[in-house]
């Protein structure tokens, strides 16, 4: 099977991108498939090349605060402390968006998702095509998200134009998602003095909310804005807007059935015969009975965890096993965006 061209000429994979062509390249968190956000064909592509349905949105991506212009209608204050603080970075902030973002971005919402990714040669790559770039991660939809340039490859390599190899994916999962709201001016007629219960329900509806956990942690956030919306994992339905990328039921998923135990309960034996492999957090107690292990982190960090997490699984899964059993994460930190993708590969 043919493949496109890999390597690590920014000048040509911009030119591509202002072209209306596909580009996949490497940033920090996992590879994305790139197009200019603001040319609804090259969009259109996207969608098809991945397999996604229209109704999940993309993430646009831009070099600098600066290049919001075209895109956000309203930039709030915690919007600006969080940019101040995490971008570049793996945060991306969800803000009302300007009409010449096409609806096939957003999936028809008023809202765009955007962020400033923190690797070099993706920052090179949009400064040097002065255009933003919608990009989500570029594998088949739904499959295990690319951290590896020959991960896309092996997906996608025939059917877009330039692979721009970054390397492996430092951080490893995909970015926070963050719907950060405006304040809204009140009718006279609402003017009134609130109870205390209608205080504390304006102060809920104003606050952040986290539609996707990620590569920055709700504590990171919460100690530059206070406590946010506490995050829900309500999987968007079959043909409903998602209001974030990442929110669909079944996502994140290896072809070989994934369960997830707890690392006390993770074990074979419940299937006499099958091959089964183990997905590991720390180094197991024992390993006896599956067929094939893969620690995450031998010290349990969350971080080294993350960052080796897609590129586990994506071996596991090329075993041919008969089922995968991956052990849970603790739930703090960065351990919430790695249970977020066990539950939603689990499906």
């Known amino acids: ?121 993706a920052l090179e790559l949009l400064r040097a095509a002065e255009v933003p770039v919608a990009a989500p991660s570029a594998n088949r939809f739904g499959r295990i998200s690319p951290t590896r340039a020959e991960h896309v490859a092996e997906q996608l390599g025939d059917r877009i134009d330039y692979i721009l190899d970054g390397g492996p994916c430092r951080v490893g999962v995909e970015s926070t998602v963050l719907a950060v709201p405006t304040r809204r001016v009140a009718r006279p007629d609402q003017r009134e003095r609130p109870t205390r219960t209608d205080e504390t329900a304006v102060a809920d509806s104003e606050r952040p909310t986290l539609l996707r956990p990620g590569g920055v942690t709700v504590e990171e956030i919460e100690a530059v804005i206070g406590p946010i919306a506490a995050p829900s994992w309500e999987f968007s339905a079959e043909g409903e807007a998602a209001a974030s990328p990442g929110m669909l039921s079944r996502h994140y998923a290896p072809r070989t059935p994934l369960a997830i135990r707890g690392a006390a309960t993770a074990s074979p034996n419940e299937s006499p015969g099958a091959r089964i492999g183990l997905l590991a957090f720390r180094p197991p107690v024992s390993t006896a009975g599956f067929a094939a292990v893969e620690v995450l982190s031998p010290t349990g960090d969350l971080r080294e965890a993350a960052a080796e997490f897609f590129a586990a699984v994506r071996r596991l899964d090329a075993l041919g096993l008969d089922r995968i059993v991956a052990e849970s994460f603790p739930p703090e930190g960065l351990g919430r965006a790695l249970n977020d993708r066990l539950r939603r590969a689990a499906k």
């Open 1 to 121: 099977m043919a493949t496109c061209p890999i390597g690590t000429d920014v000048s040509r994979a911009a030119a591509v991108l202002r072209a209306g062509g596909l580009v996949a390249f490497a940033t920090e968190t996992v590879y994305g498939l790139g197009a200019n956000a603001l040319d609804p064909l090259a969009v259109a592509r996207v969608f098809d090349v991945k397999g996604r349905p229209r109704f999940d949105p993309l993430i646009v991506h831009v070099a600098s605060a600066d290049a919001l212009g075209p895109l956000v209608a309203e930039f709030p204050r915690r919007a600006r402390e969080l940019a101040a603080r995490f971008w570049p970075g793996p945060l991306t902030l969800v803000l009302p968006k300007t009409d010449r973002v096409p609806d096939l971005v957003t999936a028809g919402l008023p809202t765009v998702a955007v962020r400033i990714p923190d690797h070099p040669l």
